[in-house]
């Protein structure tokens, strides 16, 4: 069996299943997945048809006549992506999106996310917000991967609202807010880079705004430098 047409080219897979009936006959039951119905030059809800055809073969190499699905009402909904839910665990450091679809990060707080973390995973329905650590492992990516730039929660450092960018797999952009309560406490703070690039010299980090209930201790360097 070949699969040969799909009009939006946005089946994401297709498996067949072959039953022999009691009278001799066959029955091929599909199975399919749409990646995704986007189409933004139309409305939001509108049915997406979609067309498929299937060239079959016997053994003997014999061909069959094409099967269409053109005449069956086989759609889907033409929709957008977006945060399905947050879940923000203070406890462990971390905030959980989901989306409706798969999606890629771009930019988190306006940080941009390196490119190399997406070396074995490019487009997903979850992402996890946390220590830097913990977002690289979520992509498999090694831990001390020097060429990795990432900074704890994107640089964020205290509740508020924030912008998350990301794109569908059609590479469509999108913009979308989130809001963080009771989630830094008391240890919320304005903390200011002297650059966010990769450099050679020394970075001075600003913080201010910390709470009176907070408890900061800052790790003496050694001589090294380290």
Known sequence: MEFTKDINQSLGFLSENYLVNKDGSHTLRLMGDFKADIDLSKEKGLHMPHSIELRIVDEAGNVMETISSKDQDFYGINQRPKIRRMDVYPQDGMV????????????????????????????????????????????????????????????????????????????????????????????????????????????????????ENAQISLKKTDDTGK
Do not use: W
Not at 109 to 122: F, H, S, T, W
Not at 160 to 180: A, C
């Open 96 to 211: 959980n999106f989901e989306f409706n679809m798969e999606v890629h990060i771009k930019k988190i707080n306006g940080i941009e996310l390196p490119q190399i973390m997406y070396r074995y995973i490019y487009y997903g329905s979850y992402f996890m917000l946390g220590r830097a650590r913990d977002m690289l492992r979520q992509f498999d990516v090694p831990v001390d991967d020097e060429n990795v730039l990432l900074k704890d929660y994107c640089g964020i450092s205290k509740d508020g609202t924030y912008e998350i960018e990301y794109e569908d797999i059609y590479g469509n952009s999108y913009t979308e807010q989130f809001t963080l309560e009771d989630f830094f406490g008391d240890y919320s703070a304005q903390i200011q880079y002297s650059t966010t690039e990769k450099t050679k010299e020394d970075v001075v980090a600003t913080i201010e705004g910390v709470s």
